[in-house]
């Protein structure tokens, strides 16, 4: 059973932007960098996340069963588009 938590969220993506900078910066030092040019950033460049809410209802079962899910992303079992599902 999945109750309302104080917070109200399950968890959230996470970006982390500080890493996308430092990938930037390392590319234009390195005389990689190519303007006009679309990149993606994925889990598996370590630039974004899921995470659950401290207080989430979901049960640690479930967060396992994602976790484990993620992972397979991650290491190539499971494929995923790049197509978002929302536009």
């Not at 932007?17 to 990938?23: H, N, T």
């Not at 992303?73 to 790049?82: A, C, D, K, M, R």
């Amino acid at each position: 059973k999945v109750t309302k938590t104080e917070s109200g969220e399950l968890g959230s993506a996470v970006s982390y932007l500080d890493k996308m900078v430092i990938m930037f910066i390392e590319d234009v030092t390195a005389g990689k960098f190519e303007g006009g040019i679309l990149k993606f950033f994925g889990p598996e460049m370590g630039t974004v996340a899921y995470e659950f809410a401290k207080d989430t209802p979901v049960p640690e079962d479930i967060q396992k069963k994602v976790m484990e899910i993620s992972d397979k992303i991650l290491n190539g079992e499971i494929e995923i588009g790049l197509e978002p599902l929302h536009k």
